[in-house]
């Protein structure tokens, strides 16, 4: 199995900013595409931003130059730095990874999402 645990969300006035971070561990052979979505409440899950292991990125046009996704493969980590938060970019964030498992076979996993509140 396999395991995603996000940190650093948390509240912010707007203006501000926070770093996400999420740690893979576990099974785990290699990690392919690791990548943040957000969902508020009342609305569905969105993408917000994916990093391949080759390096490319996408990125939501509604973060497209205040958020930075980064990883570090060495430590099975993803992070997202947030800046120029804005109110409606308040919603629970979850890491997600396509993991080739020790065992065979490639899976998709979700972390328990991190809440990330920004006061106006």
């Known amino acids: 199995q396999v395991q995603l645990v996000e940190s650093g969300g948390g509240l912010v006035q707007a203006g501000g900013s926070l770093r996400l971070s999420c740690a893979a561990s576990?099974?785990?052979?290699?990690?392919?595409?690791m990548g943040w979505y957000r969902q508020a409440p009342g609305k569905q899950r969105e993408l917000v931003a994916t990093?391949?292991?080759?390096?490319?990125?996408n990125y939501a046009d509604f973060v497209k130059g205040r958020f930075t996704i980064s990883r570090d493969n060495a430590k099975n980590t993803v992070y997202l730095q947030m800046n120029s938060l804005k109110p409606e970019d308040s919603a629970a964030y979850y890491c997600?990874?396509?993991?080739?498992?020790?065992?065979?076979?490639?899976?998709?996993?979700w972390g328990q999402g991190t809440q990330v509140t920004v006061s106006s």
């Open positions: 997600n990874a396509d993991v080739w498992v020790t065992g065979g076979g490639i899976y998709n996993y």
């Open positions: 576990g099974s785990i052979f290699k990690i392919n595409a």
């Open positions: 990093l391949t292991s080759g390096g490319t990125t």
